[in-house]
């Protein structure tokens, strides 16, 4: 079975400054998806990033990017310029690559404070 | 688009009771997923449907939990009856079909609020 786990329950960073939230995964599968999503305090789930495992390049989108890591499952979300708007709560997940499945299997959440 | 509607955002009501939630995915979408969420058990998937068939129940947590997909643009998560426990936000997400570009991606509604007395 997969799992998925992210260790910091709570972090904070000063506004403009960058901070890296971590998460591992378990997993025998080779083709699967990668994703963050971020929960503010409307508990919308908002999708941040996703990547594929096939590709080896990290991705990125704005000012947030991965740093993947297949060998170690390692997962890492890394916000640049922290922003405000930013503060909420993460959840990485973990998807299967059949287009057949679809159950994501999520983190228990780190809870990131913005300060001003 | 309007993305993935879920109606009632907010429900309470007394143990015993029967409670429906209802979800419109994004139009186009063929796969319909409901999780919950609590503080003990975080995001946990319920049940998904592929083409308004249901594909993977095990995560239903028992027989008072049920869930319909009469048709693409409509589905319903029922609880009968409902106890304190099942106090969560239950999230509707849905994702579009094999062969389109996107297609792992699960896009969430605003969720509801369920708080059983």
């Known amino acids: 079975a997969q799992t998925v786990t992210q260790s910091q329950p709570e972090m904070s960073v000063q506004e403009a400054e960058t901070v890296t939230l971590s998460c591992t995964y378990d997993t025998s599968e080779n083709n699967y998806y990668l994703f963050w999503y971020k929960q503010p305090p409307s508990r919308q789930m908002i999708l941040v990033i996703r990547q594929e495992a096939y590709k080896q390049q990290n991705a990125t989108e704005n000012r947030f990017s991965v740093n993947f890591q297949k060998a170690a499952k390692s997962f890492s979300l890394k916000i640049s310029d922290s922003q405000l708007g930013d503060t909420a709560m993460y959840f990485c997940?973990?998807?299967?690559?059949?287009?057949?499945?679809?159950?994501?299997?999520f983190g228990q959440g780190t809870t990131l404070q913005v300060k001003p | 688009d309007a993305g993935v509607i879920q109606s009632p955002r907010h429900e309470v009501t007394e143990m015993g009771q029967e409670v429906t939630l209802r979800c419109k995915p994004i139009s186009g979408h063929n796969s319909l997923f409901w999780y919950r969420q609590t503080m003990m058990r975080g995001l946990e998937l319920l049940i998904y449907?592929?083409?308004?068939?249901?594909?993977?129940d095990s995560g239903m947590p028992e027989d008072r939990f049920s869930a319909k997909m009469p048709n693409a643009s409509f589905s319903t998560l029922k609880i009968q009856p409902s106890e304190p426990r099942d106090s969560a936000v239950y999230f509707c997400?849905?994702?579009?079909?094999?062969?389109?570009?996107?297609?792992?991606?699960?896009?969430f509604g605003p969720g509801t609020r369920l708080l059983v007395l």
């Open positions: 997400a849905s994702r579009t079909r094999p062969g389109h570009t996107g297609v792992e991606t699960q896009y």
């Open positions: 997940a973990f998807m299967k690559g059949s287009s057949n499945t679809g159950k994501l299997i």
């Open positions: 449907f592929n083409n308004n068939v249901p594909i993977d």
